[in-house]
């Protein structure tokens, strides 16, 4: 069993619906990142949290500590939201990242 | 800031050739990462720096891979020999500091061994 798993593994959705994205880990951890890859390969930093909520413009990340869970938010899906969202963990007495297999978001018009 | 820059882009290689990928990270951040992807494998944590110490080099593959980081504006990735099973994206990240800190994440280098 995977220390990090995400689900769902791909998700196809339409213009404007809201995505969820979930993420459970197996570990103690100091954080949780949720990373953002572009189709043409880049990764970008959207969050890391360790505790309760954090909000930035139509994404939302929250994470339940004793549950050892985290979601990823996108309300109003657009297009350009399409790319793949990957779950990562600091494990505690460690500094790695440790990642999930990442979910594949298409979003059409 | 420039954000972290990796060269090259696009790497093709043939087989047992030496393959050096480059880092710079942003300035100011005292953690380095390297990461390969793969299709097979995901997302894997090679080796990290902190203070262009190497702290953990657990995820390198085996004794054909290298890393140094002989300042804090420059590390390098070295394979030699390299093989085939290579063939992958290689991504470099800084942070502030090791844990608690965001990543901020290279564009890549894409290699191809032949």
């Known amino acids: 069993k995977n220390e990090v798993e995400q689900s769902p593994q791909n998700l196809t959705a339409q213009e404007g619906e809201f995505i969820t994205i979930n993420c459970s880990y197996s570990?103690?951890?100091?954080?949780l990142h949720w990373l953002q890859q572009h189709p043409g390969g880049g990764i970008v930093s959207l969050f890391m949290?360790?505790?309760g909520k954090k909000k930035h413009g139509r994404l939302i990340a929250t994470i339940n500590i004793q549950e050892k869970h985290s979601s990823l938010h996108i309300t109003a899906s657009h297009p350009r939201d399409s790319a793949v969202y990957i779950c990562?963990?600091?494990?505690?007495?460690?500094?790695?990242?440790?990642f999930g297999e990442g979910t594949q978001l298409t979003v059409n018009p | 800031d420039a954000g972290v820059i990796q060269s090259p882009r696009h790497e093709v290689t043939e087989m047992g050739q030496e393959v050096t990928l480059r880092c710079k990270p942003i300035s100011g951040h005292n953690s380095l990462f390297w990461y390969r992807q793969t299709m097979m494998r995901g997302l894997e944590l090679l080796i990290y720096f902190n203070n262009n110490v190497p702290i953990d080099d657990s995820g390198m593959p085996e004794d054909r891979f290298s890393a140094k980081m002989p300042n804090a504006s420059f590390s390098t990735l070295k394979i030699q020999p390299s093989e085939p099973r290579d063939s992958a994206v290689y991504f470099c990240?800084?942070?502030?500091?090791?844990?608690?800190?965001?990543?901020?994440f290279g564009p890549g280098t894409r290699l191809t061994v032949l």
């Open positions: 990240a800084s942070s502030l500091a090791v844990q608690t800190y965001t990543q901020y």
């Open positions: 990562a963990v600091s494990i505690v007495g460690g500094s790695r990242l440790t």
């Open positions: 570990v103690g951890i100091s954080a």
């Open positions: 949290l360790s505790s």
